[in-house]
């Protein structure tokens, strides 16, 4: 009886939290078959694609992201170079035509 109990309560709990009635019912029912210490698949690969589900959500909300302002930067530094390397051929271009 218990685990009927501890089964209904987690599944309230993953309805509440948004999850899919189907969803919701599979995981709470597979939760409690598991060796100790150990989950079954049925569980843990649903678990799995909820976490990279919740990040994803959360790195296109939380805004940019360390690699995107690394990639910003680098940008960035890429331009300023090339500014300068188009400002030096000028400078050579300019000398070369006095030359001449």
Known sequence: ??????DS???KTLRE???RKRVARTLSQSAGRGQRG??????SSPIEKLR????ELESRVGGASPR?????KAAGTR???AA???ERAKKAAKTRAKKR
């Open 1 to 6: 009886m218990a685990n009927k109990k501890r």
């Open 68 to 72: 995107s302002e690394a990639a910003k």
């Open 38 to 43: 150990t989950s079954p698949a049925s569980v």
């Open 52 to 55: 990279r589900a919740a990040s």
């Open 17 to 19: 939290s948004g999850l």
């Open 84 to 86: 300068k390397r188009s």
């Open 9 to 11: 309560e987690l599944f």
């Open 79 to 81: 331009k300023n170079n």
